[in-house]
C-alpha cells in the first residue's frame, strides 16, 4: 500500500557495535600494506515493524531497495517504466497479437543456497501469486488473463493451462492483450519453489521463510537480529556484476531523519513535510525530485462495519456530501505544502486525458448539509474514520477532515489501523471510510482498484462489477487516443459511482548522502515504489 520507502541507518550505538564485532568493519589506523583493506558497507534503516525479525514480504511490500537487492524479476525496468531488458531471462518474445508471451531463462542462474533458478520457478511464482490473500493487486490482474487461471484460482482446475514449462522457457498464453504485461514482469518478484511449495498461499505474508529467505539477487541474508538488525552479505552465486559495497546493513530504527542528519545514512525517499523540511537543512545530503503517480485519497467500505453491507455510506450523495464538506485547497496548502495538488479523478488535473468536465467538489458546507438532507442520513451514529500513517502530516490531516465534517453535521471518530494496512482495510475492515495512499503503476493501478476482480477491493465494493469492462479496455489499449477516451468514461463512471473520494496526489524526493556514496552521473531514479534499476552495482563508498 503505499506506505513509504525506508530510509537509513541506525543509531551510531548500533553501527558501532556491528564495526566491533566485524574484524572487517574496521577503521584503518595508518594505511600501511599489513593493514586489511577496509570494509565497504551501506547503510540503510527504518521504523521497527512487527517483531523486527524478518525481510520484506516482496509481493506487497516491494518497494525500495532491499527487494531490488535480494530478488529478481524475469524483465528489469528503466527509471521510467516504458523499456526493459533482461534479468533472469536473456530473452523474450511476443507474438504479433500480443496474447502470448515467451521467455527464456538463464542457463546458469542459481538461488542463493545453490539451487538452480529454473522456469519451473517463474510458473510455481504466478500460481502461488493467484492463491495468496495479500498481494499487490497488479499481479493477480494481470495474471488472471492467461488461459486457465481463473480456473486454478477458483480450485476447479490443478494447473493453468496458459502456463506451457520447455526446460528453461516459459510461455503464457493470454485470453486478451495485456498492454503492460512487461512492465508487470519487470516487477513481479519470482520465489523459490523448492522453500515454498509446502506453504499455505494464504498465509505466505507471515511465512517463516522471510525471516531468512533464500535470495536470488546480488546479496543474500547473512544475519537476523530482531529488532535491531539485518545484514546481507554479497550473493556469492549472483552471475551478473558484483556491487562494490561488501554488505548492507539494515538498522531498525524509529527516525530515520536523524540519521541522516547524523551523517550515518545514505539514501531516503520522502513525501512527509515535516521530514522535508528537516532534511533541506544537512548540508550533506543532495536533493532529487522524483516524478510519480502517488495519490492519497478515501476509500468507501460498502461492506460496512458488521460486514454484512449496511454501510452508512451506501447512498452515494453521502459520499458526495463529504468530499463537499471537506476544503481540499486549504488542507493541500496548510498540511502539505510544496508535495499536493488537489485531484478529482484519477487522472491528475494538469494531463491531457484529465476530463475537463470533471466535478470540482469545491468546498461547500452549505451543500453538503443539503446533500446529507435529501439522503436521509442518519447522523445518530458516529462515522468511523481510519488511517494507517504515523507521521504528524497524517494526523493533522486526519483531525482537520473530523472537524469539517462534525461542522456539517456528521459526527465521527477517528481510529489508526494497529496491524499492517492491507489486513486493517480490507480484511479487518472495521471502519467507514479509509484514508490510504497509492503508488499508482500507470492508470491501471488506480483504476484496477475498482474491477471486481481485485482481491482487496472487492471486500469492500459488495462485488460491484460496472468497472470491470472499461478497466479491461484500458488494459489492452496501448494507443494513446483510445487510452484517453477510455480514461474519460472510466472518470466519468467514477465520479458517478464514487466508491473511492479523491484528495491529493504527492510529489516525492529523494535525499542522497553524497559525502559517503558515490554514484554515476547517468544513475536515472525512479518511481521508489516499484523497481526498477538502480544500478547500484556501480555505486561506490567515498
Known sequence: MKKFVKGLLATAAVVAGLAACSPAGQQSSGGGSSEPAKEKVFYLSGNLTGTGDRVPYVWQD??????????????????????????????????????????????????????????????FSVKLALKASVINGIFPAAFLKVEGAKDFKEDKADKISGITVEGNKVTFKLTAPVGNFEQIMAQFYI???????????LELNNSKFWNSPVTSGMYKVKEVSA??????????????????FDKV?????????????????????????QEISQLDTVSSLTKKPIDILFYRYFIVNLAGIDGKGNSALANPKVREAILYAINREELSKSIFPEI??????????????????????????EKAKQLLKEAN???????VLTYYYKDQASQDFMQ???????????????????????????????????YKGLSSFG???WYGEYASTNTNFNNITNGDTSFDELTKKLTEASDVKERNAILADLQKLEQEKLLKLPLFTFKNFLYLNTEKVSIPDDVQFGNPFYKFDYKFETWDAK
Do not use: C
Open 62 to 123: 516491494g518497494d525500495g531497495l532491499v527487494p531490488y537487492m535480494l530478488f529478481r524479476t524475469l524483465l528489469m525496468a528503466d527509471s521510467k517504466y516504458e523499456s526493459t531488458t533482461p534479468d533472469l531471462a536473456k530473452e523474450w518474445k511476443k507474438s504479433d497479437d500480443g496474447k502470448t508471451y515467451e521467455f527464456t531463462l538463464k542457463d546458469d542462474v542459481k538461488w542463493s543456497d545453490g539451487q538452480a533458478l529454473t522456469a519451473a520457478d517463474v510458473e
Open 249 to 273: 546493513v539494515y538498522n531498525y530504527i524509529s527516525d530515520p531523519v536523524l540519521a541522516l542528519q547524523d551523517g550515518k545514512s545514505y539514501f531516503f525517499t520522502t513525501n512527509k513535510p
Open 443 to 445: 492508470y491501471e493501478s
Open 400 to 434: 482537520a477532515v473530523s472537524y469539517q465534517l462534525d461542522q456539517v453535521g456528521i459526527k465521527n471518530e477517528v481510529t489508526q489501523i494497529t496491524s499492517d494496512a492491507t489486513t486493517g482495510l480490507f480484511k479487518t475492515r472495521k471502519y467507514d471510510l479509509g
Open 340 to 365: 499536493s495538488e488537489v485531484n478529482n479523478t484519477g487522472v491528475p488535473t494538469a494531463l491531457d486525458a484529465y476530463l475537463k468536465t470533471a466535478n470540482k467538489y469545491e468546498y461547500n458546507p
Open 227 to 244: 529488532g535491531n538488525f539485518i545484514e546481507y552479505d554479497r550473493n556469492e552465486n549472483y552471475e551478473k556484476a558484483k556491487p562494490k
Open 377 to 383: 442520513y442518519d447522523a445518530s451514529k458516529p462515522l
Open 191 to 201: 520465489l523459490p519453489k523448492h522453500k515454498l511449495e509446502s506453504e499455505n498461499p
